[in-house]
């Protein structure tokens, strides 16, 4: 055999099994998807009703007692949007400047480095951060506090996120806006953020999914309560919590509540995910390739 058919028989092996690898692979995380889904839907789905989403906790909620989970919903809802919104004002910024103003320096290898770090810190370091800040300043757990601290769990998620798609933005586009007399703001603006937009929409999004799944980080920063928050000084439940505290019960009709709460959040965070692809899908219609 000569050593041309050697090499394309070794090539194809190699191709088959890392075909077989990647079909493998699918299957294991469709089969983790569908058992997460089945055992969420199968056990949470028959404590669920009209009032675990439209009622706050009644009297002895957590031991059996009526009412339901809008506090945490809403609670969640306000952390995660208010973090997303915060750790945006934050990212835009520092994106457009590792990829207009410095994107070969020192300086910019030096953030993404850092960025990575940050993002591979458990979120129960952040809540504890946050909670040494609040105790050096006098501060009592409460919906601002939380908002802070997830926001600076999702900054880092969000300018990878960003940094990633500006990053594969032709060269060729943003010469074209140079040599058409723009400036670096104009270039930004014009070609970086619209060619961009479908990524950046994403990114926004899995912030804010992480955001809203999220619970050390909230667990000693906005507190628990039953009540509905109404302002940003007091303390807001969430749905992770909420999950913890019930499947910690002995009784188990609140266990079930528990379930079904697991299976609010879930279907949460599906809907974030939905609506990624369709934003993505719809903005990638006004990107140039």
Excluded: C
């Excluded at 699918?26 to 028959?46: K, W």
């Excluded at 303390?235 to 609140?254: D, G, I, K, M, R």
Aim: glycine share 12%; proline share 4%; charged share 10%.
């Amino acid at each position: 055999m000569s050593m041309q058919k050697r090499w394309w028989r070794r090539a194809h092996l190699e191709e088959s099994l890392f075909g077989v690898l990647m079909r493998l692979s699918a299957v294991v995380l469709v089969l983790a998807l569908a058992g997460i889904l089945g055992s969420v839907l199968v056990r949470g789905l028959p404590a669920m009703s009209w009032d675990m989403i439209t009622k706050a906790p009644e009297g002895g909620f957590y031991l059996g007692g009526g009412g339901g989970l809008l506090n945490a919903i809403l609670g969640s809802l306000y952390l995660a949007g208010g973090g997303t919104v915060l750790a945006f004002l934050v990212s835009l910024p520092i994106a457009l400047g590792l990829n207009v103003y410095a994107p070969s320096s020192r300086w910019a290898t030096f953030t993404r480095l850092t960025l990575d770090v940050l993002w591979g810190v458990p979120s129960l370091v952040y809540g504890a951060f946050g909670f040494l800040i609040m105790i050096s300043m006098g501060m009592r757990a409460s919906l601002g506090a939380g908002i802070l601290v997830v926001s600076l769990l999702q900054i880092p998620i969000m300018v990878r996120g960003m940094d990633e798609v500006m990053r594969l933005i032709p060269s060729g586009q943003k010469e074209a806006a140079f040599g058409l007399g723009a400036t670096k703001l104009e270039m930004a603006r014009a070609v970086v953020l619209r060619q961009s937009l479908p990524g950046i929409f994403t990114a926004v999004l899995l912030a804010f999914g992480r955001g809203i799944g999220d619970a050390a980080s909230v667990l000693f920063t906005a507190g628990f309560t039953d009540r509905i928050p109404t302002s940003l000084a007091g303390p807001a439940a969430s749905l992770p919590l909420a999950v913890f505290f019930q499947l910690s019960s002995p009784f188990p009709e609140v266990r079930a509540r528990g379930y079904a709460a697991a299976l609010i959040l879930t279907v949460l965070i599906l809907i974030v995910s939905g609506l990624s692809r369709a934003l993505a899908r719809r903005l990638s219609r006004n990107v140039v390739n």
